[in-house]
């Protein structure tokens, strides 16, 4: 496709000024202001924050709410 002595243009260059976003949008939301920071490696209390958010996860999946 050469149109009026123009060079072609290759598949990357045409790529290249496409820019696109995939995925949901990401939101400002009150729980991203309050993230707190994870206790230290190896301690009883992250085992169980990580256990707790694991929890969280599975019933969010499964349905289940108080």
Do not use: Y
């Amino acid at each position: 496709m050469n149109n009026a002595g123009h060079l072609p243009i290759s598949e990357t260059a045409r790529r290249a000024g496409k820019k696109t976003r995939r995925g949901r949008p990401r939101k400002n939301t009150v729980q991203d202001a309050s993230v707190k920071e994870m206790p230290a490696v190896g301690t009883l209390s992250r085992t169980k924050t990580l256990l707790l958010a694991a929890l969280r996860v599975w019933e969010l999946k499964h349905r289940i709410s108080e």
